[in-house]
C-alpha cells in the first residue's frame, strides 16, 4: 500500500470540520490560560507520576503555573514514547510554533513563554477553534449545571448523571438534587418528578445527550415500584443504605434516566468500564483503572426494554470492542462510540476501527471525541484519530475491497462527522 | 512485502478444490431459488434491522421473495462497508454476472432478474458446487433427521445435538427422540439405548462429526448414574426440572454424547460461547449474541476424560482465541476450527490465522468452514478466507521466516483442505 | 514502509549485549550436553505430543538421549508452522552449523552428531554465551537452594516463592523451610523469621529479584496477625487446613514476601495467570494452562499498600496485555516485564510491544526474557523479539511519528537493556 494512497484519503479527512460530541470543556474558560492547564491534564501528571515524579510535587497547594510546568518537564522524556507526549509535541508545534522534536528541561520554558504569548490573545479560544476546525464542541454538564452565561448552539451541554446514579444516597447529592430541581424529594414520584424537571432544563438548553460512567460490575434493571419507593424514602430522610440497596437504587434511578431519554428523545451515552479510585493515592483523575471482566450481556435488559432509546456505547478495555461491534450489529439502538481513555492510543483505534468498520452499519458508529478539558487538545487528538482512519480506509476499503479513494473518504467523512450530526441532531435541530 | 507474493501464494489456494466441513445446507433444496433466499440470511436481515428497517417489514407473513428484496434493497447503502455486504457483491459479480459495484434502490430489480434466470436452471446446484470448487459439503443435521433423498457421500450429514442437551426437559423434544429412536425412554438407561440408536443411524449414514453449540455459562461434568436417572425419569414423566436440575440434565446427556463419539468415532464439534436470545425482538436468527466471559478451563475435565475423542472447537468470541490456540497446543485432542460467527470477519480472522499458525501444531487447524444457509455462499465467505490465508502466508512464513512460495502454499493446502480430511475422514474412509 | 529501514534499526540492537532477567538455568549445568536437552524442553515434548506423539514414549524411563531425539525428530515436520520450531532451527543453523531449511527424520541424526561436537568443547557455555551476547543470566532458584558453586554475578540468584505461597501446608515444604532457614517454625513470628533468613541469604548472594507464579483465582490480601497466627500454628503442627484456610496462608505468606521485598529493596517479579495441571496425563512441564477471566484489579490492594516496592509484572493471557499497560501507566511501582510463554509468539509479542510504547513510560518496560531451561535458547528467542520490536520502532516511531533511526533505537536500547539494569540493578549493584 502506497504512502500516496494514505495522503489521497487523508487530505480531505482533514479539510472536513468537525463536531466533537464528547469533552470535559469548561465553556467559561474553554481554552488553555497557560500551558500549566496543558500539562495539568492528567494524561500527563498520571504519566509522569508513574515515571517517578511524587504526586506532592505535582498537586503542592498554591503552586505557580510556571513552576507546575518547571517540575513536570524533566519528566516527560521519560514520556517521550507515548501517544500523549505525541499529542503534546502536535499541539506545540501547530498551536504555539513550536519548532523543536522534544520538550524538556532545556526548552520548556522557551515554550511556556511562546504559549503563553498565543494564549494571552483576547480571541485565543477562536484562534484554536478556527485552527481545530470545531463546529461545536459538546460538554460534560452536572445536573446541576444553571447552563447559562455560554452559547449553548455552540458549546452544546450533555447532562452527565454520575452523581443521580452513584451518589444519590449521600446528603449533599440529594441537596444539590432538590436545590437544581426546586422541589423537595420524598419517595420516588417526587425523585421522579425532580428528574424531570432536570431533563426539561437541559432539553430547554439544547442538551443533545445523557451521560454515564459505568463501573464493570453495574447491570441494568428494572426495579419495582415498592422496592424503589422504599429506598428512596429511606435514602432521603437520613436512613443508611446497605451496599446492596446502594445498588437496587442506582439500579432505580438509572432506568428511570433510560425512560426519561425515551420521553425527551435524547440519545443516552454508556460510558462502560471504569472502576474509580483503584491507585487512591494516585494523582488527581490519574486513580481509576478498569477490569475486563465485563459483559454488555449486563445491558441485555435494557436495550431490550428501550428500542426508542439510542445508546452510544463507549467501552474502556479493548477487548469488549467486540461484543460492542456484535452488540450494534444486532440491536437498532446500539451505537458505537468513539475510544475511551485507555482504549485512545493507536494500536487500540485501529483494531477497534477495523473491526467497526467490517461489520457495523457505517451508520451507527461515531468514530471519535475527543474527551478532552481544554480545548487545545482537539488538533493533535482528532489528528492522530484522521490518520489511523485513513490507513484503515485505504488498507481494507481501497486495497482489500478494491474501492475508489472518494468512496473510503465518503466513509470517512460519515463516520468522522455525519453519523455525529444524525446521531445527536446535528447543528441545526 | 510485495502484492506479487501475495498473489502467488493465493493462486494456488484459489485453485484448490474444497471440503466445507461445517453449513447448514438444507440438501433437498441446497442452491437459492430466488435473490430473497440470499437476502434472507440472517447476516443480511439483521444488519438492516439493526440499521433501521422494522421487522415487522422484513417477516411480515406471505410476503412475496421480490417485495422482500424490494424492502431490504435500500437498506444496503448502509451496510456497504461491512464484510457480509461484501460476500453479497463478490457473490453477483461471481454467480450472477453482475457488473456494478453497488447494490442499492436502482439496480436490485435487473439483479434479481439475473440471478431468478441462473438460479432457474435445472443444474443450478451443480453450477454453483463447481464454481465454488466444492467437492463434499457438510451439514448439520437434526438428531431426528431421517437423512433420506440426498447423497450423503456429498451432503455429510452431522449430528447436531443442542436439542438432546439443552432442551431435553421438553416434551416436544422427548417425543421426537423416542419417535426417532423408535423406543421409549424412561430412565438413564433407556435414554442411553434411545441416543445410541441416533449414533448408529447417523454413522450407518456416512455422518462424520457430531456437533453443538454451547453458550459461555455451560460447563461440561460427569454426573452420577443415580442423579442421572433420577433426572431422566422425572423429565420423561412430565415433572418439571429446576434450573438446576435442568444444567445437571444437560451436564448428562452431553458427558453420554462424549461417550458415543468416542464409541463411534466421531469429532466432536464444539461451537463455544453463544448465548441465545439475547435481543428478543431480533428478526429470525438475529437475536443471539455472547458473553466474552467464557474460559475453556470449563472444558478441562471434558478434555482430559476423551482422550480418544477429537474436539474441533469454534469460538465466537475473539478474546477465546488465544486459549483455543494454547489448548490445541497442549491437549492432542483439541483442534481448532474456523472463525465463527460474529468472529468471522477479516480482522478477527486475519488475528486468529496469525496467532494458530504461529503456536498450534499445523496438522491441527481447520482453517474455514462457511457455516452457510445456500450454496452461493461458500464462494465469497472461502474467497475472503483465502485471500487473508495467503496475505498471513506471505507474511509471515515467507517474508519473515524465509519459506519459499511453495512451502508456504503447502502450509495454506494443509490448512485449507487437508486437515478437513484428515481429522473428519475425508472424501473416502 | 521499507525492509531497509527495519534493518537499520535492528542491526544496533543485534549488536547489544543482554542481560537476561528471566531463566530457569541451571547454573551448575547451563549449556545443553545433548540435542535431547534441547528437544526435551517442553514446548517440543509438548508439541510433538499435541500433534499425536504418545508420552509414554517421550517420557519412557532410562531412555537413552539419542534416543529421545529419533522418537521426537519425525513429529518436527507437524510443528514448521509453529514459532518455537523456528527458534530450533536459528538455534541449530547459528551454533550447529546446521545448513539446512528443514530438522526431520532424514537428517535429524547429523544434527544431533554436529550439536554434539559443539557441546562436547570445553568452552561450549562460554562460546554460547560469546555468541548470544549474554552479560548476565538471571536464575529461577528454590528457596533452599544453597546459591554456592556458581559465579552468583553472572547467574544471577532470584528467590522463587511459588512453595513458599502455594504450598507451604505440605509437611515437606515446611522440613524444606526449617532446614534452609535452619530454625524451626510453629508460628506466624517463627515463620516470619525463617522467611526473613532466606531473604538474608539470598540478598547476601546477590539475588535481585523475588518470583511468583500466580494463578488466575489468586487476590492477594493482608490477614490479620490472629489469623495469620493461627493457621501457621495448625499448619505447622500437621493440622489439615481447609482450602479456603490455605488461600488465607497463601494470602499471609505472599503479603509477608511483599514485605521483605519492601525491607530488603528487591523487586517482587509477579507472573499472573496460570493454572497448573489443567492437561494432566499431559507431557512434564507441558500440563499447564490458563484461564482469561482475571485482572489486576485483584492486585489493586497490593499495588496500594506497597508503593516502596517495584513489581515487573507478566500476564500469561494476551487479553491482560491492555490491563498491564494501563495499571504500568497509572501505578509508579507497577513495570510491564517481558511476554510470557502463551504469549510469547510474535503476533502477541507485536500487539503487546506496540500498546507498550505508545502508552507506557519508556523507563517502566521489561522488552524480554528468554524464560529458558537451557542457554542455547537465549540467541533465537531474544532474535525473534529484536526483529519484532525493529518493526514496531520503525512503523510506529520513525513512520507515524517521524523520529530519525537513532532516536528509535536509543528507545529499543532501553527496553532491550536500559532498563532491566535500572529495575534489577545492573552489573554493577
Known sequence: MSACLVQEILQPLQALRLIDPHTHINPHQAASRTLADILGYHYYTELAHSAGLPKEQIEEPGIEPREKVRRLAP????????????????????????????????????????????????????????????????????????????DTSF???????????????????????????????????????????????????????????LPPTFSPASVSAVAANHLVSKAFSGGELSAEEQNCLSQFVFWMLAEFCDQYELPFDL????NRRVYEQG????????????????????????????????????????????????????????HWWYSNIPVFIERDTRARLQAVPGTK?????????????????????????????????????????ERAVELGIRVLRGNVESIFGGIQR
Open 271 to 274: 460510558m462502560i468500564g471504569v
Open 365 to 405: 458508529q461515531v468514530g471519535y471525541y475527543s474527551d478532552m478539558y481544554k480545548l487545545e487538545f482537539a488538533l493533535p487528538k482528532f489528528a492522530m484519530y484522521r490518520r489511523i482512519l485513513a490507513r484503515v480506509l485505504a488498507e481494507d476499503f481501497v486495497v482489500a475491497r478494491g474501492w475508489s479513494t
Open 155 to 213: 458549546y452544546v451541554p450533555c447532562l452527565r448523571t454520575d452523581d443521580l446514579v452513584f451518589h444519590l444516597f449521600r446528603p449533599p447529592v440529594q441537596q444539590r438534587l432538590q436545590q437544581a430541581a426546586a422541589t423537595s424529594v420524598t419517595d420516588a414520584t417526587s425523585l421522579r418528578d425532580a428528574v424531570g424537571r432536570l431533563f426539561e432544563h437541559f432539553t430547554a438548553n439544547n442538551a443533545r445527550a445523557c451521560a454515564i460512567s
Open 283 to 338: 494523582v488527581y483523575q490519574g486513580q481509576d483503572l478498569f477490569d475486563s471482566r465485563v459483559s454488555l450481556v449486563q445491558y441485555r435488559e435494557l436495550f431490550n426494554a428501550f428500542p426508542g432509546v439510542i445508546f452510544p456505547v463507549s467501552v474502556l478495555a479493548e477487548t469488549s470492542n467486540q461484543e460492542l461491534v456484535s452488540f450494534a450489529w444486532i440491536f437498532p439502538n446500539v451505537i458505537t462510540c468513539g
Open 75 to 150: 519528566w516527560l522524556k521519560h514520556l517521550e514514547n507515548t501517544a500523549q507526549y505525541s499529542w503534546l509535541l502536535e499541539m506545540s508545534q501547530q498551536l504555539f510554533g513550536f519548532q523543536g522534536e522534544r520538550i524538556d528541561e532545556t526548552n520548556w520554558e522557551s515554550l511556556y513563554e511562546a504559549s503563553l504569548k498565543c494564549m494571552s490573545a483576547a480571541d485565543w479560544e477562536q484562534q484554536v477553534l478556527q485552527k481545530s476546525g470545531l463546529d461545536q464542541v459538546y460538554l460534560t454538564n452536572d445536573f446541576d449545571d444553571p447552563l447559562t452565561g455560554f
